[in-house]
């Protein structure tokens, strides 16, 4: 079935409508060839430290050779890492991909319920984990396939006395280390150093090698891990780079990366898009210190940034950002979740950049649709298909329904996984006969071809038969200025079946909940206004930052 392509004639001048996939067999291929352009140029920092991309490839190939040489492990095993933005997620990673082996991306804050189940899921026979987080490993990891565990404290590659003083300070004085033994653990700096005795051999990795087990859904059921070839991430980062090629200098770039390398979005955006440019990565371990992050941001000269709307939300409303120095500032990207107009609009106020709102999965590599990177002003749409994609909106019986409706947005394209890791039924019911993957969110397409999302399936309140969409909801209480944050659920209605509540947290804690329905009488219509107003202190978010409505909809029930 082909579709009608308007996006096509709103693409910026320089963006091809098609991508070239086979340029690069891998990820591997696309690091060697940054390396050998930009070898002695800073690749990622963190704490104050850097490492060049000669450096990475030192690094990373000593670990390769100590999983292949030391573990003898074979092509396609799967490595576990868990671990926030430091220095040794880059290395871990490149290492397990450039030995031809797959990463399983970890979430730190997993309980261990969470994480047996993705360790056994996955089958992964070895783990890499930051001290912090090694107690979790040590409840569960007999019970799982992993066989040798990697640990590492957030200062071992920091340098002497840096590295040290951070260790002591996390362990001793911030008690943020609880105390673990796992039998047999060997520290990451001992691998390297065992590794460096086995060179990397010539190891063939094609397309369809897995590169990437990326659970999801966590917070919507079970986690399933979403296949992702080298040549769906490859894929990805061809149509980014093409996207975005036109804002960047390639070897001038340093991105700021605070969202963790472990989600898709900074993995793909942040970690490879910006590493085949050469691209300074500048690592943020912990974002939600924003006095600490906005401390490195005055630090640091950065060229992009990427996020969540909570996480430019939150800097925007933390003393002395607003002293940051913008000046080289030219690209900031935003995804993850719906961006707030409020938030955009007030962003662009204080840095003079326009926040340009993509839209992606984790089932998509994951950037499906990006606005034009010379956007004048925030639109609230989630742009336009990005090369080699399609899009579309269907409706529940898979028609493709005319630009306008509402429906379900379908992607299809070279970046669109493999499937579901071990579970056939899911990934024939996300990805139908004719490769449309379907994704649960309901969106509309206007005659230019830009996409709007109105919302998630699961989370659309139904009142006395009315769709209400809890986005719109949530942009229209965010235009307070009393409101610092705010999520829109449906609660049980005896009468309408279901009413729209707001849970907000307070920027004026003067704000009252009848100002809030005052506010709302004058901008939404009736069956739309919130009939329940409540106040807390924080909203229920997931790893990213990512507002958990579910969470917020159980508390209700």
């Excluded at 690069?24 to 990622?44: H, K, M």
């Excluded at 030391?70 to 397990?96: H, S, W």
């Excluded at 472990?262 to 490879?272: D, E, K, P």
Aim: hydrophobic residues 40%; negative net charge.
């Amino acid at each position: 079935m082909t579709i009608e392509r308007p996006w096509l004639a709103q693409y910026p001048a320089g963006v091809p409508a098609e991508i070239e996939v086979d340029e690069f067999q891998s990820i591997p291929a696309v690091l060697e060839q940054s390396i050998r352009q930009y070898g002695d140029r800073p690749a990622f920092t963190n704490m104050g430290k850097a490492l060049t991309y000669a450096e990475i490839d030192e690094l990373s190939r000593q670990f390769a050779g100590y999983l292949l040489g030391e573990l003898k492990l074979k092509k396609g095993d799967r490595v576990a890492i868990m671990m926030p933005n430091c220095l040794q997620y880059p290395i871990a990673t490149f290492g397990v991909l450039r030995a031809g082996l797959t990463v399983v991306n970890v979430n730190p804050m997993y309980t261990a319920r969470e994480l047996k189940h993705q360790l056994v899921d996955s089958g992964a026979s070895v783990i890499l984990v930051l001290d912090n987080f090694a107690r979790t490993v040590q409840d569960v990891v007999a019970q799982t396939e992993v066989r040798q565990v990697i640990t590492t404290g957030l200062g071992d590659l920091l340098g002497f006395p840096k590295g040290a003083i951070v260790n002591f300070v996390l362990r001793h004085v911030k008690k943020m280390v609880p105390e673990y033994a796992i039998a047999g653990a060997v520290r990451f700096r001992d691998t390297l150093r065992l590794g460096a005795k086995h060179p990397l051999p010539p190891i063939t990795i094609t397309h369809e090698d897995i590169a990437f087990l990326q659970y999801t859904g966590g917070t919507t059921g079970v986690a399933k891990g979403a296949m992702l070839t080298h040549r769906n991430l490859v894929a990805n980062m061809q149509q980014a780079s093409a996207w975005v090629g036109g804002a960047v200098e390639p070897g001038e770039e340093a991105i700021v990366t605070a969202l963790p390398l472990y989600h898709i979005f900074a993995l793909t955006a942040n970690g490879l898009v910006f590493m085949k440019f050469g691209a300074k990565n500048i690592l943020i371990t912990n974002p939600r210190d924003m006095p600490g992050f906005v401390k490195e941001l005055k630090r640091e000269r950065f060229t992009a940034i990427t996020g969540v709307n909570t996480l430019f939300n939150g800097l925007l409303n933390t003393p002395g950002f607003d002293e940051v120095d913008f000046s080289s500032l030219h690209t900031t990207l935003g995804g993850g979740m719906a961006v707030q107009r409020a938030v955009a609009e007030r962003w662009k106020k204080v840095t003079g950049v326009t926040l340009v709102e993509a839209y992606g999965l984790t089932e998509t590599s994951p950037a499906a649709c990006i606005n034009p990177m010379n956007l004048a002003e925030y639109n609230g749409s989630i742009g336009l298909p990005v090369p080699s994609t399609e899009c579309c909106v269907k409706d529940e019986g898979g028609n493709v329904l005319p630009m306008g409706e509402v429906g379900e947005l379908c992607v299809r394209g070279p970046q669109v996984m493999k499937g579901y890791w071990n579970r056939p039924e899911d990934t024939a019911a996300a990805i139908d006969a004719d490769g449309w993957l379907h994704t649960g969110d309901m969106a509309k397409m206007d005659e230019q071809g830009f996409f709007y999302i109105v919302d998630r399936k699961k989370d659309m309140i139904l009142v006395s038969g009315f769709n209400v969409y809890p986005n719109e909801i949530e942009d229209v209480i965010a235009m307070m200025p009393g409101v610092l944050e705010v999520a829109a659920v449906g609660v049980p209605d005896e009468r309408s079946g279901e009413a729209v509540k707001v849970v907000i947290v307070k920027k004026d804690p003067a704000l009252t909940a009848e100002q809030v329905k005052a506010h709302a009488r004058e901008n939404l219509t009736g069956y739309k206004q919130p009939r329940h107003v409540e106040f807390r202190d924080e909203l229920p978010k997931t790893n990213v930052g990512k507002i958990l409505r579910r969470a917020l909809r159980d508390d209700a029930a």
